[in-house]
């Protein structure tokens, strides 16, 4: 009876491993695949398939060359996504990560009711993007909560957030750093706490303030949580595709203001009915992640 339940046991295991096994076969392995063969391809959905080469990635390269000669946003919308997107990631990724290692510092403190304050940092995090950017389109009205709260500050100034080219990715922005902070910061309270607490004793001993500790002690006992912490920003700011589809519009708002890399993809495989292109267009992204989080991983040495 032992020997069956064992058996019966190893076999349950396995089943529950090739479902999981399965799943990431056909919608990892094997899309990766397919679109990595599709981007070699000329297709419709409806005419047959059509191999022509390194087309599609002609195409990509000559939308960039079209935006680098100040080609309309119309005519050069891949550019257009590639602009607008470092641009969110240099706002989100350093103010997320700064962010994320004050709120962890606060809530490292033995204070009263801190684990009710790290369920509140944590709690964005777990909401949808979808409703979430649905809330802030509501707070981002000019007569909104924000312009509100800004003029009492600085009276008379309320811009137009979501219509004005300016100031919607800054508003995308502001809707990322709110709701990724809390998950990295929960990141960062793992780090703080799996530091000795011996070399804060010993800095104790020779005088050191709380201030000399933090800047001598934890921020480089934290430099490995940091590289991982800038690395996962990079690649989620530079995939972020929710915010623009429901802040900017699938037009991506005045001017392609808001228009993303991952917006343009989608138009392209969609709207335009040109799946080989958009897969070109996902292998040209995949470069720019992998390239930026390489010479970031490359530069601070952690993770070999």
């Known amino acids: 009876m032992l020997e069956k339940a064992k058996t019966r046991e190893a076999a349950e295991a396995i089943l529950l491993v090739l479902v999981a096994v399965a799943f990431i076969m056909v919608f990892g392995y094997f899309s990766m695949i397919f679109a990595f063969v599709l981007s070699f391809i000329e297709w419709d959905y409806l005419s047959p398939m059509q191999f022509v080469g390194l087309e599609n990635y002609a195409k990509v390269l000559e939308d960039l060359m079209k935006g680098f000669g100040g080609v309309f946003f119309f005519q050069a919308p891949f550019y257009t996504g590639v602009r607008n997107i470092l641009v969110y990631t240099a706002i989100v990724v350093p103010a997320q990560t700064f962010l994320a290692v004050i709120l962890a510092t606060l809530a490292n ?6 684990t009710f304050y790290k369920l509140v940092y944590f709690l964005p995090g777990t909401t949808s993007a979808v409703i979430v950017s649905l809330i802030f389109i509501w707070l981002f009205m000019k007569q909104g909560f ?22 919607l990715i800054p508003a995308m922005a502001l809707v990322a750093i709110w709701g990724t902070s809390g998950h990295f910061t929960i990141s960062y309270l793992a780090a703080l706490q799996s530091i000795p607490r011996e070399l804060y004793e010993a800095a104790s001993m020779d005088g050191a303030g709380r201030i000399r500790k933090f800047w001598y002690i934890t921020l480089p006992m934290l430099k490995p949580m940091t590289v991982f ?10 995939q972020m595709f929710d915010l623009a589809y429901v802040m900017a519009g699938t037009s991506g708002g005045p001017g392609g203001s808001g228009y993303t890399i991952t917006l343009d993809i989608w138009r392209d495989a969609f709207i335009r009915l040109r799946p080989g292109v958009a897969a070109a267009k996902s292998f040209a992204l995949f470069a720019m992640v992998f390239g930026l989080t390489y010479i970031l991983r490359k530069k601070y040495g952690v993770f070999r």
Do not use: C, E, H, T
């Open 109 to 114: 403190q033995k204070l009263k009711g801190a």
């Open 146 to 167: 924000f312009n509100w709260a800004i003029q009492l500050v600085v009276p008379g100034f309320a811009p137009d957030w979501l219509n004005n080219p300016s100031y």
């Open 229 to 238: 912490v800038l690395v996962m920003g990079i690649i989620g700011a530079l």
